[in-house]
């Protein structure tokens, strides 16, 4: 876990919204709506964890309208730097997730708990995954010096880059460089 970001943890099945059966779109929408309120209201480069350890059961229809159309809305850019992670242990749970987040091309990061290694949920190309790796690897890290270690040039790197902060799985700063120009240092969320 990244120390100096802000974050919070939203227990699907406990509260209003939620509970231990996670079935249809409309208790999906609900669920949702909560997620993005709770999410817009992190201050900038905040992180929500959405912990769905005790449900019980989930549906596609919930995971699709809960979390996949959510993850759709934050790799569109609508909660600004704010990131989702999927906190969870059970595979059964998470196929219906990963099936969502593949049929919209997208990915998130998962965890077993707040605070353990991240993995990916969903699908993305092969070579943003090996980006992605050696982000995570490094904690921080140059643009520059992601692009010496992938063996790419900087532009190269930097799009690879760009589309895994857009998705929401990495951290993306810039910097201004002498003279005039920009530097871009990423970063893991968790």
């Not at 992601?146 to 880059?161: D, E, I, P, W």
């Amino acid at each position: 876990m990244i120390e100096d970001r802000p974050w919070k943890v939203f227990e699907v099945a406990g509260g209003e919204a939620g509970g231990k059966l996670m079935v249809t779109r409309k208790a999906g929408r609900a669920v949702r709506e909560v997620l993005g309120e709770t999410l817009e209201a992190l201050p900038k480069c905040g992180v929500l964890y959405v912990d769905i350890r005790d449900v019980e059961l989930m549906d596609y229809s919930f995971a699709d309208e809960a979390l996949g159309i959510l993850v759709s809305r934050v790799a569109g850019g609508e909660y600004g730097e704010r990131h989702l992670v999927l906190v969870e242990e059970d595979r059964d749970l998470l196929e219906n997730v990963e099936a969502s987040l593949r049929q919209r091309s997208l990915a998130m990061l998962r965890v077993e708990e707040v605070g353990a290694e991240p993995e990916l949920a969903g699908q993305i190309p092969d070579h943003l995954v090996e980006t992605l790796r050696e982000i995570q690897a490094a904690g921080s890290i140059t643009n520059a010096e992601l692009a010496k270690r992938l063996g790419l040039n900087h532009t190269a790197c930097n799009n690879r880059a760009t589309r895994l902060a857009k998705l929401g799985l990495i951290h993306r700063h810039v910097e201004t460089a002498a003279p005039g120009g920009r530097q871009y240092t990423y970063g893991r969320i968790v």
